[in-house]
């Protein structure tokens, strides 16, 4: 991983401790190939960009959404399910060994219970290697898999159906898991011209990123025991590049909001380390699936209370207002449930939020619903990376 001092967390980058958690085998590639930064021009093949590209430091798979059990009493949940590849190399010694290796897999999942008020998370760092983890190669229909948590037989794995995404998780020692299935509303969306999505004004500050913003779910989720057909709502990201953020980058928040008229919102504040915002971007999509991306002065976004977590002493905000004139959106969007902070139990300086948020207009009628990821908030969050 790029070893110079930056503040963050999940989403544009990720934490040098991941080599070692994975007890990788890793070698230098200082001298060899360069990671290819995102950049303009970039030529998508789908279903092919789908699956892993290769040549890229960073990559990962994201999902949340909402869903209800389909018999009554009703039970709400939100989820996340993330698989990141990690680049460790693109060249592997002569005569080294099958378990050397090139790609190391983190998986990160949660289920929010909004019924309890339980939020549950897990994870995994393992390296793509025989037996552990790997990755497919289109059109083998498995997009990404790995071992489970420690005690738990069933593998997490996520899989292309010809139309939308499949994915399994669970963990055994949490008591929870999820099986979904999800299949498009919407036509794919690129965020960003192209499809580059601007992280900075330094030539590699960018990832590739495109989204599902609306894909219908189905399927099961476990719970102390319990297995319950659930059906919803989901979004799907996918991102891939190179050392897309800049120096100076604190953390970021990030909004992804499904209105109940037919149109989604991404957007998303990068902080700067002395405060305010260093970079910006946004994207509306109508109901149709057509695109529009926002300049920075389209849209305002103030937070409207704060949230402090008993365990890491971390304060979010924790409530906005949301105004886009151009688009007649007035919108206040609140969590959930407060506590829905993302805790590593393998490294304690991993910790961010990732939640469910409702959608009302300012008057308090209802509409919509979203995710928001908050990372770099809280003294001890910034490992190297």
Known sequence: MRMRKRKGGCRFGLPAWV??????????????????????????????????????????????????????????????FTFFRIGVSQDPPEGGSAWSAGNLIMGHAALTDLETGRHRFSELVVRAAPLLAGFGRHPDPRLAWSVGPPGTPEPWELRWNGDGFDFTMADAGKSFGF????????PVVFQGPGGLSRKGEGATEASHYYSFTRMATTGTVRVDGKELAVSGTSWMDKEFGSNQL??????????????????????????????????????LVDPAGAVRYLRPDEWMLNATGQWTSPVTDATYPAGWTLDIPTAAIRAVVTPKLADQENRSALVPVLFYWEGSVRVESRSGKRIGQGYVELTGYGENSRPPI
């Open 246 to 283: 800049g120096e100076n980058t604190q953390g970021w928040d990030w909004f992804s909001l499904q209105l109940d008229d037919g149109r989604e919102v991404m957007l998303y504040l990068l902080r700067s380390r002395g405060g305010g915002t260093r970079y910006a971007g946004a994207t």
């Open 179 to 186: 099986s979904l299935s999800t299949r498009p509303l919407k």
């Open 19 to 80: 080599l070692m958690l994975a007890g990788v085998m890793i070698w230098s590639d200082a001298t060899v190939h360069a990671w290819t930064p995102a950049q303009p021009g970039y030529v998508w093949s789908f279903p092919r960009d789908h699956w892993a590209r290769a040549g890229y430091k960073t990559e990962w798979w994201y999902f949340t959404g909402h869903l209800r059990t389909v018999e009554e009493p009703v039970r709400r949940f939100g989820y996340q």
